[in-house]
């Protein structure tokens, strides 16, 4: 048998990627990006320019398809691979992204009648707008004594596609009416690759509330936090759910002409970004967590119970590696608290010296940085720029930094940033360790291992663990690619489960970064001061950031 390949495609939350990788050995032949052309839509509508209110967030899905029309042939035409030796194609998605499909499966915002209604857009994982709803979900579930609370660590987030759903049947009952499925996007692009729609269960259990055993909550629950949403999960939310390493189906014809691949290709179901990275770091047993890290921070973890811990995403069986329990907690912040900075907080004379010397902004800012010693800079921060994802599960927080003086420089706040995404990460690993979910080894993967070596140093030291970074510049795409492989199976060339695949595939790099103890003593006071500083604008004793988004809503209306 000639050598194989497969395809997978990684979208993310600024852009997608394709890679084509061997199947023996998992090296990545060839990669291609392609920004999403309409980006984060987060202030106005495209073409209407229609305005948009505070913590939303959208995306055009069209920009999926733009991946696939300019990725895929590419990654075909640099490696020079025959079409006919891609066996196999998977995907992964950021989530929830939610999208709205009409009876035939078009998204509402094509079309002339819903695209000037915000509500008819994909609503981006990092939609924030549906707290409200979230909340009040949150207060019916624990009043009610749902068994599924405490699989979720004790909230459903507004992120998630039951609160999305309810802020559209508020605020846009039309739009609600006239959908036909509420689907994730990563399973509407996979239903576009093969002419047939499935749900995936990784999607399914982490942002549905769906559960292997008990399926959604019951019709009671749903007609609780409002009857117009008793049939939801038989009707709009219906569809057949298939485990992660199955075959969606094929690609179709006309899919075929746009990619470049041969019709008849396995299509694996639909995944998460960052639980396609899980194999593709190797990691397929308990103890080991890897953080996903790029515009957030996923850190996935398997385990053979079902323990609850405080403010985890969620622990779903099954949900990343088939016969273990996958745990998923996150930051909703990190590289975009970086970018952030960058766009909106540098002095100009920092962007002046950077272009002088030819090198990005981040890159500038890190070299100055790491000339400090840990302390050295007299700041901590909160992490809390897009609200805090784990372990606190609130969307109304807000960032805070104590300790500016008329002397600190900008090198010395972005430092401080970076630090507390560390420390945000440290908070979540000892929620998992001290309750039951034991954490032995740290991987990293994603984009910021890659761009940032300071970084990966000062999470090392923060959390005294040594972390190995996969050597992929491309991780959970070349995981999506493992479930293409497994897809196709292995009388095909692949495998036939992903634990094969990744045994044979998956690599991470010989170097790791390794704590170095004078710093891990300076950083476990300064995580000391990061904890009073957590617990007290985090858990009720002074709510003055929630206070101040009711002031600033109130006077922007
Ligand atoms: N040198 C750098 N140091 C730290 N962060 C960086 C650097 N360069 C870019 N970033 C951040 O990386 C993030 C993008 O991460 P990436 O993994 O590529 O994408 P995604 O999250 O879309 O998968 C952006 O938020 C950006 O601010
Ligand atoms: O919640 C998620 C996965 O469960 C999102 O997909 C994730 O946080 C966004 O990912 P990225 O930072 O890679 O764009």
Known sequence: MSAKYAIGVDYGTQSGRAVLVDLSNGHEIADHVTPYPHGVIDEQLPVS??????????????????????????????????????????????????????????????????????????????????????????????????????????????????????????????????????????????????GAFVRNSCTAGYKSIWHKQEGYPSRDFFKALDPRLEDLTSTKLRGDIKPLGTKAGELTAEMATLTGLVAGTAIAVGNVDAHAAVPAVGVVDEGKLVMAMGTSICHMLLGKEEVEVEGMCGVVEDGIIEG?????????????????????????????????????????????????????????????????????????????????????KPEEMYRTLLEATAFGTRTIIDAFHNNGVPVHEVYACGGLPQKNALLMQIYADVTNREIKVADSKQTPAVGAAMFGAVAAGAAKGGYDSVVDAAKAMARVREETFKPIPENVAVYERLYAEYRTLHDYFGRGANDVMKRLKALKEEASK
Not at 89 to 106: H, K, R, Y
Not at 158 to 166: G, L, N, P, Y
Not at 348 to 373: F, N
Request: aromatic share 10%.
């Open 49 to 194: 320019g229609i305005k948009l209110g505070h913590d939303w967030a959208l995306q055009h899905p069209d920009d999926y398809l733009e991946v696939l029309r300019r990725s895929v042939p590419a990654v075909l035409a640099a490696s020079g691979v025959a079409a006919e030796d891609v066996i196999g194609l998977g995907i992964d998605f950021t989530a929830c992204t939610m999208l709205l499909v009409d009876a035939s499966g078009t998204p509402l915002c094509f079309k002339d009648e819903w695209r000037d209604n915000p509500h008819g857009w994909v609503k981006l994982w990092k939609h924030h707008a549906a707290q409200d709803e979230a909340d009040r979900l949150n207060a019916i579930a624990a009043e009610r004594g749902e068994k599924f609370l405490p699989r979720y660590g004790g909230k459903i987030s507004s992120e998630w596609m039951i609160a999305k759903v309810w802020q559209i049947l508020n605020e846009a009952p039309e739009v609600y009416e006239a959908t036909d499925l509420f689907t994730e996007a990563t399973d509407w692009v996979i239903s576009q690759l093969t």
């Open 324 to 408: 273990y329990m996958g745990y998923e907690a996150g930051q909703s912040a990190v590289g975009d608290i970086f970018e952030w900075f960058v766009e909106e907080a540098v002095p100009a004379y920092v962007k002046e010296a950077a272009e002088k010397e030819g090198v990005g902004v981040h890159q500038w800012l890190t070299e100055r940085a790491a000339q400090y010693k840990p302390g050295e800079t007299g700041l901590v921060a909160l992490d809390w720029w897009n609200g805090n994802r784990s372990v606190l599960v609130d969307t109304n927080l807000t960032g805070v930094v104590v300790g500016y003086t008329l002397l600190t």
